[in-house]
């Protein structure tokens, strides 16, 4: 049958009509608008026909209703996902409680971890441009300042700490050196995201971090404690690639490609979704702790007590590195969670390799801590700059309005 059409100047009365046989009045929150204006007439396809004349007059404004409907539905799922991002210091104790107390059940993740690393990372790409990473490097300092302050002075700091506390063990203070000679976490891209950062900036830090690890990782367990160690290149690579590299070239290029509409409604969507695979890989990086929580002793207290007090004080460093040098919320957010956070697995790997089983307590006992401190941290640090990130944001659209004119 063939699609039946219908003057465009008939709409306003097809709506009038439509109003007073469904609900006896014009409801003033709907508007005509055209279903496949196409010159001068609306084109219904061929089941306007076969159905009853009300029916008819519905079909419209029924796309319309399903239209709200879905906004509506996606309204109410970023909401979810900014009522997750309120709460995130609250659900990482749990998602931590329960891989410490269930590892078989929740080690079943470990396998798609990964996978939930480069979902989290293209959705975090999907705000950045290929012109921003480009500018990282036109001005380097801040990352050359990132850098070495966690692949240079928290080591050395870890080091000349571990062996005031713990110099009787020598095991106990290699752990902790290994704990923070490693790469920055990729994780830390994560809470970057979500507390408003430099992604671009973080970005870079991280892949940088990584690529120079298989020098800095060797020549500071050498000159700090005189051990030797061979890093595992190829792997290390392969997983950053997988995990933050490809990724990342995609959503930029996905937000390149749409003129913003990666970062203005894709990232949106895809958020919530990713609080939920951050639950999932916090609480399954968690279950390799279980052995050594579930049989605590005096000494792992301490220990356990002394990496909470020095992971805490990455995350002050970098943020009063940040504000010595004057900058601005995002950057500083950056900072702090770049200087704070580490790559706990690949510790874990040179440790259990090449070091006595006593030195991967320290290493792993980070696990316990780092997501915990980085949401507590990321939340506090978000409160105290409230003021700060209102006028930035003011100065922010004023200077688009100044160009729209």
Same mark, same amino acid.
């Given at each position: ?49 076969? $159905? ?199 959503? %930029? ?15 949106? &969507? ?41 992971? %805490? ?19 500083? $957010? ?50 105290? $700059? ?17 160009? &729209?004119?």
């Amino acid at each position: 049958m063939s699609p039946l059409c219908i003057p465009a100047s008939a709409g306003r009365s097809v709506e009038q009509i439509y109003y007073t046989v469904q609900r006896g009045r014009k409801s003033p929150q709907h508007t005509a608008v055209s279903v496949n204006d196409v010159g001068n007439s609306l084109e219904i396809i061929g089941r306007f026909s076969r $159905t009853d004349a009300c029916e008819r007059l519905a079909y419209p404004f029924k796309r319309i209703h399903g239209h709200r409907e879905s906004q509506e539905h996606m309204k109410q799922w970023v909401g979810l996902g900014k009522f997750l991002a309120g709460y995130m210091q609250i659900i990482v104790p749990i998602c931590l409680a329960l891989g410490v107390l269930f590892p078989q059940q929740i080690g079943v993740l470990k396998p798609i971890v990964p996978t939930l690393f480069a979902f989290m990372t293209f959705q975090g790409a999907l705000s950045n441009t290929f012109h921003q990473v480009a500018e990282v490097f036109r001005r380097p300092l801040h990352l050359i300042l990132a850098l070495f302050v966690s692949a240079v002075l928290i080591p050395i700091a870890a080091y000349v700490m571990g062996s005031l506390f713990f110099g009787s063990n020598p095991n106990l203070v290699c752990g902790i050196v290994i704990e923070y000679s490693v790469p920055v976490a990729v994780t830390a891209f994560m809470w970057i995201s979500m507390f408003g950062g430099n992604g671009p900036l973080a970005l870079t830090i991280i892949l940088t971090s990584s690529v120079i690890s298989p020098v800095t990782i060797p020549l500071t367990l050498k000159l700090l404690l005189g051990a030797t160690v061979a890093i595992d290149v190829p792997s290390m690579m392969q997983n950053m690639a997988f995990m933050i590299v490809i990724p990342a070239i995609l959503g %930029i290029v996905i937000n390149e490609l749409t003129r913003g509409w990666g970062h203005e409604k894709l990232s949106p &969507a895809l958020s919530p979704a990713c609080k939920f695979m951050m639950m999932g890989v916090i609480a399954s990086n968690s279950t390799a702790m279980s052995e050594y929580v579930l049989h605590m002793n005096a000494v792992r207290l301490e220990v356990a007590l002394f990496i909470l007090v020095f992971a %805490i004080s990455g995350f002050v460093v970098g943020i009063l590195v940040a504000r010595a040098l004057h900058l601005p919320y995002s950057e500083t $957010t950056t900072m702090c969670f770049t200087c704070g956070m580490r790559n706990i697995s690949s510790g874990a790997v040179i440790a259990t390799q090449y070091f006595p089983g006593e030195v991967v307590f320290p290493v792993m006992c980070g696990t316990l801590f780092q997501q915990v401190l980085a949401s507590l941290i990321g939340h506090f640090f978000e409160r105290l $700059t409230g003021e700060e990130r209102a006028a930035q944001r003011k100065r922010v659209e004023a200077g688009r309005d100044a160009m &729209a004119r």
